[in-house]
């Protein structure tokens, strides 16, 4: 025996352990007086109150008992965990010891049974041996094999495919919530879009109904009851074939779930809904703001497009000329080659990657976004067709009202009824007539504008600015209708399909511009007509100033010795005396038209009626017809000149023992005689001594005509203003950027804040990234990128180094193909325009106007619930 | 004192979104604070010169009195109204010599200054699997706003690291290579930062963007 802790209790211990071994040996073991094992209890007692006296003494129960107190939860896990364990077991032991009885029982229930329907048994037997007798065990077995089989070959793969396609997507759940959803603590069931396993879109939560009820009522339908428009349209834009139960909000966890379903918490203090769901390992909280649809916002990946597609491209290559081409094949070879580095880069990547689902979908939840507020108040509407929502019924005074403005409604109903019956038709008809006989007239005035005389020449639109822009409006005037019909038969579909958007934009655009185009060529024409004799004494001047006098005095200047410059006196004579003979000439036209002048302007000033761009082509129109001498001194002294220099070229080749070789394009060295060479030496010296007197004759012309050519850029560029500019766009910019949808943009947010207010530790939150999806509205470069593509066409055509080599040369500059620098005017318009018959049929298939609906009589329903009658399904009773 | 070289901050709150920020910003210390403060109140001194100026030339009919104010207010004002360079200033913008025009914009000029001066330039790479790769620019000097770019992971075919010759160093960029796109995007395209940002950045791009990314590698 050892010896007790402390040695005062040596002598108790002993008396106790010699007991304990004795009762142990002889009665215990041999398992006799289990129940009466007190008798050495007494002396334990005794011994323990004696260890306990000199564990005080020593101090030491202090220690004991901390070191209880720290196991203590361990100690109750452990015991716990030790009771769970053992605790189902317990009734199985005693089971088994009732054992014996039980079968005893069954056996003499079973032989009585057999005894007492002796005949059953019989029978029994019968049909066992008919039926060995004619196979069916056989049988059996064989469709159990077969059962069997299928289940090993085609159940048990596709159940491990499954399994793996599960784990393929590793975990990552990706939720898109509606930040502006209703925040509630009701409990509810969350409805939504499931594009794939993992990826669920969430549309509203539907509060305090059952969430067997509400897949009951998705599954046939009850949900989207009473839609205005037809419901296989959301389908087919959403990409999906049914909406379905995404999971449960604020419910406890108590109650089971799909397993696929998600759990989602929210309420009014909590911005970003906590969601987790048992089969991901980590989630993205996609949040997003609506779009709301009545104010027509959407968003979309790609920027709107304010002008129609880009299909002028084939209008440039239409009419090719020398200078034009020269630009395109540059154009055309850079193309080239970063082609081919795409292509290398191409070569690069080794292996393409597959897209998953989830990123593939990324098109279709665009478009589940720009239905969300729409399928939401929609799916609110008719919970109440599945929960019942106390509500109370009106009061009386409420009533009175109710009654009081359904005479009114009455009364207003009758009277649209007779404006529609009556006045309506006749008005739309005359209104459809008179579109159409200016629709007729259009096209005849068009087939004159766009006539042209041979395939390649120029239309007269191509060469006059008045005539361009009386195009443009009378091809604006022809597609008005037509956009307005495409816009009327938008009303007939869901406000949230968002294809006509754009072209709501460019057709108010155009009003606007026209209508601000009437509004200012008003004000503008009054003024000139009511100053036209100033107007035009202005003018006269400023013509006989610059084109005429300006003219003379600049030539008579170079007839001298300009700025010290010893030019030849002769030859300076001659091409001056030639040029101004032609100005006199130019300026005895221009006396006789200067009594026309006053009724130009008049005409002028009468034309801007029709907009103020009208007198702005006009004007550009007149200066070009009134500075035709310039133009004609010019393209004569810019011949002359290259001429000169062209034979200068050559001399200088002669001059040298070389010549220029047609045949194959290059300098040959050539042995000339010597008579050759000393006619060409003299020659080359006279026109080299001549050249500097013709080179400032032509300089002066072609700086008069640059001039020209920048101040008809002005008045183009004016034009271009005033039939182009994205005033609409501007405005709605300002007003509701969400209406001009520039791309998407995400922001991470910090999720601290969600982290701290789950407080439960034990709850295990997977990690959650929150991120907040945003529309970027469109930037102004992308409004105004027409003029920026204009502007570098421009400055591509003018200002590139070839156009001062053309200068230096005397070669022709050509201006700027009138198609090709205005392509910014005709980007509103489509390529083709529609036939006649077309807006005919176009027109006469408007929607007549809706009769406005008699007031429904709203039964008031016992819970307070009003289901108007007449709409739809006729089915008035609400599922509850 | 204001700016860094570039250096890399990355923010990952769950293994499939991460945040790549390369910024010339320094890690907030108290020198800091206090040139951020002073820059304040430059710019609040700037604004107020600016609105003075403009006051002085064109607001003849508002006489500037601070008797209407709250007194405290007066009392803060009265002696920067009356300071040296305030007269100064007032007397210049007030001269007839000077065009309108000019006051007008040199005023405006210095207000836009004031508020759109940018110390720093960050640029940014937010990686969201399965959605794509979002680039964003705040660049320094002046400006507005955040130039953001979202490319969806649909359209992404690669994402690289190039080399080219700047001067007479070679620079490691980080390059996506866009589906359908003639030119490459240039990720972190101002800055341009060291070799080893790049590269911690490439792998975590890699890894965070595509499904099992570290495999795939390739």
């Not at chain 1, 491990?160 to 759940?173: K, V």
């Not at chain 1, 489509?830 to 006649?836: D, E, I, K, L, T």
Request: charged fraction near 20%; glycine fraction near 6%; charge should be positive.
């Amino acid at each position: 025996m050892s010896q007790s802790l402390a040695p005062e209790c040596n002598e108790v211990k002993e008396r106790y352990d010699t007991c304990f071994l004795k009762w142990y040996s002889e009665k215990y073991l041999r398992g006799v007086g289990t129940t009466d094992n007190n008798e050495c209890a007494s002396l334990f007692k005794e011994y323990s109150k004696c260890l306990q006296g000199a564990l005080k003494e020593r101090g030491i129960d202090k220690l004991l008992d901390e070191a209880r107190e720290d196991n203590k939860e361990n100690d109750a896990t452990l015991m716990g965990r030790k009771k769970c364990k053992y605790g189902p077991s317990q009734p199985a032991h005693q089971r088994d010891s009732m054992h014996p009885f039980s079968i005893l029982t069954l056996g003499i229930f079973v032989a009585g049974y057999i005894t007492a329907r002796w005949d059953l048994v019989t029978r029994l037997h019968e049909l066992a041996i008919f039926a060995w007798n004619y196979g069916v065990v056989t049988r059996a077995t064989k469709g159990f094999a077969v059962l069997s089989l299928v289940f090993f070959l085609i159940f048990l793969p596709v159940e491990r495919l499954a399994t793996r396609e599960g784990n393929l997507h590793d975990g990552l759940m990706r939720v898109f919530w509606p930040a502006d959803l209703p925040r509630s603590e009701l409990r509810g069931v969350v409805v939504g879009w499931r594009n794939s396993a993992l990826d669920v879109f969430v549309l509203a939560i539907l509060e305090e109904v059952e969430p067997r009820n509400v897949e009951f009522a998705l599954k046939i339908g009850t949900l989207l009851r009473n839609a205005p428009h037809p419901v296989s349209r959301i389908y087919e834009l959403c990409g999906q074939s049914a909406i379905h139960v995404l999971g449960l909000s604020n419910t406890p966890d108590s109650i089971e779930a799909d397993p696929s379903w998600i759990r989602a918490t929210v309420g009014p203090g909590r911005r970003v809904p906590a969601v987790t769901c048992p089969r991901a390992s980590s989630i993205q909280t996609i949040l997003f703001e609506r779009p709301h649809p009545g104010r027509m916002q959407y968003i979309s990946l790609n920027p709107i497009a304010l002008a129609l597609g880009d299909k002028h491209d084939g209008f440039r290559q239409e009419v090719p000329d020398g200078f034009e081409d020269a630009d395109e094949k540059e154009d055309r070879k850079k193309k080239q080659q970063k082609r081919q580095l795409v292509e290398k880069l191409k070569q690069h990547s080794i292996f393409k990657r597959v897209p998953s689902a989830k990123e593939k979908a990324l098109a279709k939840i665009v478009n589940q976004i720009n239905w969300a507020w729409e399928l939401e108040k929609l799916l609110q509407k008719n919970v109440s067709r599945i929960g019942t929502r106390p509500k109370r019924s009106l009061s009386v005074s409420e009533r009175v009202v109710e009654s009081a403005t359904t005479a009114r409604d009455m009364m207003l109903v009758w009277m649209w009824d007779m404006f529609t019956i009556y006045v309506w038709p006749i008005i739309k008809r005359l209104f459809v007539l008179g579109l159409m006989a200016h629709r007729i007239a259009a096209e005849v005035l068009l087939r004159i504008l766009e006539w042209r005389a041979q395939p390649g020449y120029a239309a007269l639109k191509d060469i006059s600015a008045t005539a361009q822009q009386v195009e443009i409006r009378l091809q604006q005037f022809c597609y008005w209708p037509m956009q307005y019909v495409t816009l009327r038969l938008r009303k007939k579909d869901w406000e949230s399909v968002t294809t006509s958007h754009p072209d709501y934009i460019r057709f108010y655009n155009s009003l606007w511009l026209v209508a601000n185009d009437v509004i200012i060529g008003i004000a503008l024409g009054s003024y000139i007509i009511d100053n036209a004799g100033w107007v035009a004494e202005q003018i006269s001047q400023l013509l006989t100033q610059y084109t005429v006098d300006a003219l003379q005095s600049s030539i008579s200047w170079l007839m001298g010795w300009p700025a010290g410059l010893k030019l030849n006196n002769e030859l300076g004579a001659f091409l001056g005396d030639l040029f101004l003979w032609v100005i006199d000439y130019w300026s005895s036209c221009i006396e006789t038209l200067r009594p026309m002048l006053p009724h130009i302007i008049w005409f002028i000033g009468f034309s801007s009626f029709a907009g103020a761009s009208m007198p702005i082509a006009l004007f550009s129109d007149l200066l070009s017809i009134l500075t035709v001498h310039i133009y004609s001194f010019y393209i004569a002294s810019a011949r002359i000149y290259h001429w000169q220099l062209n034979i200068l070229i050559s001399l200088f080749h002669l001059f040298r023992g070389k010549k220029h070789n047609v045949l194959r394009n290059r300098i040959d060295s050539c042995d000339y005689d010597l008579d050759q060479l000393l006619v060409g030496t003299i020659l080359f010296t006279l026109l080299f001594f001549l050249l500097p007197t013709v080179m400032v004759f032509y300089l002066n012309f072609a700086i008069a005509r640059m001039v020209i050519i920048t101040l008809k850029a002005v008045f183009d560029t004016m034009l271009s203003c005033l039939n182009h500019f994205p005033l609409f766009a501007l405005m709605l910019r300002v007003k509701d950027p969400g209406r001009l949808p520039g791309g998407i943009r995400f922001e991470l947010r910090d999720t601290q804040d969600f982290r701290h207010s789950v407080n439960d530790p034990s709850n295990q939150v997977p990690s959650t990234s929150v991120i907040y999806m945003k529309s970027i509205p469109l930037n102004f470069k992308a409004m105004f990128h027409q003029y920026f593509q204009m502007g570098h066409r421009i400055r591509k055509h003018y200002l590139s180094p070839r156009v001062l080599l053309c200068l230096l040369t005397g070669k022709f500059v050509p201006p700027l193909n009138r198609k090709n620098l205005y392509s910014l005017q005709y980007s509103m318009l489509p390529a083709r325009r529609a036939g006649v018959m077309d807006m005919w049929t176009a027109v006469n298939s408007l929607p007549e106007p809706k009769r406005r609906m008699q007031p429904v009589v709203v039964p008031v329903l016992a819970n307070g619930k009003k289901i108007p009658s007449s709409f739809g399904g006729g089915r008035t009773r609400a599922y509850g | 004192m204001l700016t860094t070289a570039p250096h890399l901050y990355i923010r990952r709150p769950s293994p499939t979104t991460a945040e790549f920020t390369v910024t010339t910003c320094p890690p907030p210390s108290l020198p800091l604070r206090l040139l951020q403060l002073t820059l304040l109140l430059l710019r609040l001194i700037t604004i107020s010169l600016a609105l003075l100026a403009l006051h002085a030339r064109f607001g003849h009919d508002l006489p500037l009195s601070t008797a209407s104010l709250p007194p405290f207010l007066a009392n803060l004002l009265q002696p920067i109204l009356s300071s040296a360079p305030a007269t100064l200033l007032t007397r210049l913008a007030a001269q007839d010599a000077t065009p309108d025009w000019l006051v007008a914009g040199t005023a405006l000029g210095a207000v836009y200054g004031a508020l759109a001066f940018r110390p720093h330039t960050t640029e940014s790479v937010l990686v969201l699997r399965g959605l794509g790769i979002q680039t964003s620019t705040t660049s320094g000097g002046g400006g507005w706003g955040v130039q953001t770019r979202f490319i969806p992971t649909e359209k992404i075919r690669d994402v690289l690291i190039n080399e080219a010759f700047r001067g007479f160093g070679v620079r490691y960029y980080l390059v996506v290579v866009v589906e359908g796109e003639e030119d490459v995007v240039v990720l972190f395209p101002g800055l341009l930062p060291r070799r080893r940002i790049v590269e911690a950045v490439w792998r975590g791009v890699r890894g965070c963007l595509w499904e099992g990314g570290e495999e795939g590698k390739g």
